[in-house]
């Protein structure tokens, strides 16, 4: 019998080593004008952490939902990418509004509708769901 704890102790260091090669290889490479997200740097992980933190949110929603709901507490979670907040450089703007079907990125708004909808009686049958609101944003 292989156990969840023999698989962390035996796979992580060399998944941390994976992690590490393919940010220092990344990190080499030249910046292209049409990179969507900067490369990751050494010892920052760029966009790795914050898919892996918006991975974890998830996965918890579900789990949280479940430990709840005897209570009547509902738990969704709204993925909303990609929104307008001003972080973005002109370059990446004009990337992904091209990729958007609407041409233009979503609104802090865009997500708020989502979630006073989900605070409505209208949805309290909806537990446990992630809603993504992102406007048809295509990905390839």
Not at 51 to 62: C, N, P, R, V, Y
Not at 99 to 108: A, L, T, V
Not at 124 to 140: D, L, M, P
């Amino acid at each position: 019998v292989i156990t969840t704890r023999y698989l962390i102790r035996r796979d992580y260091p060399t998944a941390c080593r994976r992690v590490r090669r393919s940010t220092r290889r990344a990190a080499r490479r030249p910046r292209r004008d049409d990179d969507l997200w900067p490369a990751p740097r050494p010892n920052v992980g760029g966009e790795i952490a914050y898919a892996i933190s918006k991975g974890a949110i998830h996965q918890a929603t579900g789990t949280l939902a479940d430990a709840v709901a005897a209570r009547g507490i509902t738990v969704n979670t709204i993925n909303p990418e990609p929104t307008d907040t001003g972080y973005a450089s002109l370059a990446v703007r004009d990337t992904v509004t091209q990729r958007m079907p609407s041409g233009r990125w979503g609104q802090p708004r865009d997500a708020a509708r989502a979630i006073g909808w989900l605070c409505t009686d209208d949805a309290s049958w909806i537990t446990g769901q992630v809603i993504n609101s992102e406007g048809g944003f295509r990905r390839q």
